[in-house]
């Protein structure tokens, strides 16, 4: 099945830059970034359960990995970029890291991990995410965003982009984002440490300098890495100037 995206073009004789959003997003997350890109096509996705995709279901990670690749080859997109924040990070590794992938050029992530190695933490995640997933298919979502963006790793968020973030997410649909939670969730990711490895395509990460968590996953993962100043988790949103500039250094190269 396709999945909802909005196509800017640029140009023809440059990769693409597919972008793809996090958890609760859609395809308006990265456009900010993107559209100052405007030398490079862009695609902004919109994940299953999400934005023009709410109704899209995957049940998991091989299925997302199908539908993006449908969606790619839609747009008849020969060559890209795979550019992803948080889950839609973790969702990029995972396409990348599969046999006979074609047309790619590298990889930037934001903030994305690549995968539990212990059976202890899968076992606190799973039911953890399963907890999240029955609130999100019961519960207001405004308030429940409000105790989401409570987490530990989005503690950088001022009051105001907290709100802003709050009043976004809210526009969502809550049982389509629960069945994509745990669908995608952490627990049943694959850990891609031993792909990622034995790469051949660049791989660049981002991550905000106050993200203390994906730091030091960045570190662990040895890969060329960009802080992003004065930003925590979403970094993106929160010094859009600076990951701008880092994208088009790393594309530059």
Same mark, same amino acid.
């Given at each position: 099945?396709?999945?909802?995206?909005?196509?800017?073009?640029?140009?023809?004789?440059?990769?693409?830059?597919?972008?793809?959003?996090?958890?609760?997003?859609?395809?308006?997350?990265?456009?900010?970034?993107?559209?100052?890109?405007?030398?490079?096509?862009?695609?902004?996705?919109?994940?299953?359960?999400?934005?023009?995709?709410?109704? %899209?279901?995957?049940?998991?990670? @091989?299925?997302?990995?199908?539908?993006?690749?449908?969606?790619?080859?839609?747009?008849?997109?020969?060559?890209?970029?795979?550019?992803?924040?948080?889950?839609?990070?973790?969702?990029?590794?995972?396409?990348?890291?599969?046999?006979?992938?074609?047309?790619?050029?590298?990889?930037?992530?934001?903030?994305?991990?690549?995968?539990?190695?212990?059976?202890?933490?899968?076992?606190?995640?799973?039911?953890?995410?399963?907890?999240?997933?029955?609130?999100?298919?019961?519960?207001?979502?405004?308030?429940?965003?409000?105790?989401?963006?409570?987490?530990?790793?989005?503690?950088?968020?001022?009051?105001?982009?907290? @709100?802003?973030?709050?009043?976004?997410?809210?526009?969502?649909?809550? %049982?389509?984002?629960?069945?994509?939670?745990?669908?995608?969730?952490?627990?049943?990711?694959?850990?891609?440490?031993?792909?990622?490895?034995?790469?051949?395509?660049?791989?660049?990460?981002?991550?905000?300098?106050?993200?203390?968590?994906?730091?030091?996953?960045?570190?662990?993962?040895?890969?060329?890495?960009?802080?992003?100043?004065?930003?925590?988790?979403?970094?993106?949103?929160?010094?859009?100037?600076?990951?701008?500039?880092?994208?088009?250094?790393?594309?530059?190269?």
């Amino acid at each position: 099945m396709t999945l909802h995206a909005v196509a800017r073009r640029g140009d023809p004789a440059r990769p693409w830059l597919v972008f793809l959003h996090g958890f609760s997003g859609d395809c308006r997350e990265w456009q900010e970034v993107g559209e100052r890109l405007s030398d490079y096509s862009r695609l902004y996705v919109d994940l299953p359960g999400h934005g023009g995709s709410a109704a %899209v279901t995957a049940r998991d990670f @091989a299925d997302v990995r199908e539908q993006l690749h449908t969606t790619l080859v839609s747009y008849n997109i020969l060559s890209y970029w795979l550019v992803g924040y948080s889950l839609g990070g973790r969702i990029a590794m995972d396409y990348v890291c599969q046999p006979g992938v074609t047309g790619l050029v590298g990889i930037i992530v934001e903030g994305g991990h690549p995968g539990l190695q212990q059976p202890e933490a899968r076992a606190e995640r799973l039911c953890s995410d399963n907890a999240w997933a029955a609130r999100f298919s019961t519960e207001p979502l405004r308030q429940l965003f409000h105790d989401w963006y409570q987490q530990p790793v989005f503690a950088t968020l001022t009051a105001e982009q907290r @709100a802003a973030l709050v009043a976004l997410r809210a526009q969502n649909n809550g %049982v389509a984002l629960a069945a994509m939670l745990q669908a995608t969730s952490l627990a049943v990711q694959d850990d891609l440490r031993p792909a990622l490895r034995q790469r051949d395509y660049p791989f660049w990460y981002l991550c905000g300098e106050h993200d203390s968590k994906f730091r030091a996953i960045a570190e662990e993962l040895a890969v060329p890495c960009f802080l992003i100043h004065n930003a925590g988790h979403n970094a993106h949103r929160e010094n859009p100037d600076d990951v701008t500039e880092r994208l088009a250094q790393i594309l530059r190269l």
